[in-house]
């Protein structure tokens, strides 16, 4: 065959080839009529919530906020997405778990990781020194398990020049009270100190470089057996048995103000000044606790080890357990990260900062499942009464009732129909878990009065506007009872 025919052939199949593939793709995507065929679901580590779900979220959040702001602290906001290099070298092992995005203009960017890293650019930028913050807003990690990817996490923090341990054991007391009013199990709260971690890994002989490597490895004793964690370190790790015998007298060591008093006289922890450093800051910070009335659910762990890289002083964590015993794995942590400022400042000058960081995906998902387990029914309004009608051609009177309980800033709600049935709104009521009803009917209107009817005991009271107003201003959860009380009703017969 001659040469140019050879080519035009395999030109010719190329072609093909690529048509067809074009032909397959566009039949993947949709056929010639114009209809999209593609599956609808949200996007890998992401998921959509119902109204019951966001009522139990936003139960966490006004909880949460409330907390907040009854320690005096104010919000703020940074953008979802910072420089690479603000996030790059803060989280130590977990800096592989930042999302990054593509080239946008020049800049390269990622998403938050926390919410930590931002306040203190936030601060250096801003040359502000004092503040007691708290911020709520969703961080990205690329971890498992995939749901958490776009989690959200609130985050309060103390920074400023303060005497010593009085800002943590606030940031501990907030963390006793956020826990105890979301009612989610018992709990106990730990607490450790990088100072004394570090002193400890040194009088037992850990090489410096190995400090955070090892924080690693007793961080998992709450998922493992102390002998795998031992076996890790000299396996994995390269510790000699006796230096990791070591760690493992004093991480298996839990207490209070005694066991730090009690640490403070062992004669290898003597030779470590961080580590006494510590363990005196640790003692000042439980007697604050006393007064605050905290210590019956706080413990010094010296197994807490963990902590990301810009921690420099006290760390803990808060941890469900089952029966008051055992761990189920749900935490909230945070420390002191006293130098993490200075490294977005330009003359490196610190800003001492302490702070606790709660996952809100992790509370949510316990709460949803307690809900599902006590069949709880959860509101998914907050509407106070329903403007109802016995009658036919109604509807002005109710728009018009309804109108004047809005502008009283009553939360209420109609039917969207010119005659509804009046056992169709009241079955609504049912459902949507409305407390009161306002019937509107023709003698009422005559008389000048509105029935009202309690949906959970049928109980019915006739009232004029004006005092239903009053008293859902005043106490809307009494009004049938207030009622009782005025000449301003009649009863029905």
Known sequence: MHQSTKKTCVCVLQIDE???????????IGGDDGKNQFVLKTAKGTRDYNPRQMAIREKVFNTIISCFKRHGAETIDTPVFELKETLT??????????YDLKDQGGELLSLRYDLTVPFARYLAMNKI???????????????????TRGRYRDCSAISGQYDAMIPDAECLKIVHEILSELELGDFRIKVNDRRILDGMFAVCGVPDDKFRTI??????LDKMAWEDVKMEMVKEKGLSEEVADQIGEYVSMQGGMDLAERLLQDQKMLQSKQACAGLSDIKLLFSYLQLFQ????????????????????II???????????PCGQRGRRGSYDGLVGMFDPKGRKV???????????IFSILEQKAEASAQKVR???????????QKNLLEERLRLITELWNAGIKAEVMHKKNPKLLSQLQHCEESGIPLVAILGEQELKDGVVKLRVVATREEVRLRESFIRESFRRRPCHIISDSHDTNRYCHLK
């Not at 593939?21 to 993947?28: C, H, V």
């Not at 905290?294 to 420099?312: H, I, M, N, P």
């Not at 803990?316 to 055992?326: K, N, P, R």
Request: hydrophobic share 40%.
């Open 129 to 147: 020194t004092n503040i007691k913050r708290y911020h709520i807003a969703k961080v990205y990690r690329r971890d498992n398990p995939a749901m």
């Open 294 to 313: 905290v210590t019956d659910k706080v413990v010094f762990d010296l197994s807490l080890a963990r902590g990301l890289d810009y921690y420099t002083g």
């Open 380 to 390: 998914t309004t907050e509407v106070q009464v329903m403007v109802a009608s016995a």
């Open 89 to 98: 070298g803060k989280y130590g092992e977990d800096s592989k778990l930042i």
């Open 352 to 362: 001492p900062c302490v702070g606790v960081s709660i996952g809100i995906e992790r």
């Open 215 to 220: 924080c690693s490895t007793v961080d998992k």
């Open 316 to 326: 803990y964590e808060g941890v469900l357990t089952q029966a008051g015993v055992a």
């Open 18 to 28: 690529e048509v067809a593939k074009l032909l397959e793709l566009k039949a993947q």
